[in-house]
């Protein structure tokens, strides 16, 4: 089992920043690989981030790629998603996910194992 808490979402105008962080507990944190993803109402979740066991490769959706990053802290057991000039398409809950495929760093929700509960980001214009 793996347990993870998100937090770090909120309200911020358009061009603003913030930063979500992903508590992960339960299984040794480097032995997983860790995504970020997001759902606007009406919309199906999508990827936007993702980062290997080692934190050496990482992924990005096209929409987010110079404006996001993601790194992993493995001291804190933790996975984070900087995100700047934000746009109000930005808005949505965003997910952080775990995948214990110990293989390619994947990008589909349905490969990831383990989901955390959803903070909700909004971009104001």
């Given at each position: 089992?793996v347990?993870l808490?998100e937090?770090?979402?909120g309200?911020?105008?358009?061009g603003?920043s913030?930063r979500l962080?992903?508590?992960?507990?339960?299984?040794t944190?480097?032995?997983?690989?860790?995504?970020?993803?997001?759902?606007?109402?009406?919309?199906?979740r999508?990827f936007v981030?993702?980062i290997?066991?080692?934190?050496?490769?990482t992924?990005?959706?096209?929409?987010?790629?110079?404006?996001?990053?993601?790194?992993?802290?493995?001291?804190?057991?933790t996975?984070?998603?900087?995100?700047n000039?934000?746009e109000?398409?930005?808005t949505?809950?965003?997910y952080?996910?775990?995948?214990?495929?110990?293989?390619?760093?994947?990008?589909?929700?349905?490969?990831?194992?383990?989901?955390?509960q959803g903070?909700?980001?909004?971009?104001?214009s």
């Amino acid at each position: 089992q793996v347990q993870l808490v998100e937090s770090g979402g909120g309200l911020v105008q358009a061009g603003g920043s913030l930063r979500l962080s992903c508590a992960a507990s339960g299984r040794t944190f480097s032995n997983y690989h860790m995504g970020w993803f997001r759902q606007a109402p009406g919309k199906e979740r999508e990827f936007v981030a993702a980062i290997s066991q080692s934190g050496l490769i990482t992924r990005y959706a096209d929409s987010v790629r110079g404006r996001f990053t993601i790194s992993r802290d493995s001291a804190k057991n933790t996975v984070y998603l900087q995100m700047n000039s934000l746009e109000p398409e930005d808005t949505a809950v965003y997910y952080c996910a775990a995948d214990l495929n110990s293989g390619s760093l994947r990008l589909r929700s349905r490969d990831y194992d383990y989901w955390g509960q959803g903070t909700q980001v909004t971009v104001s214009s």
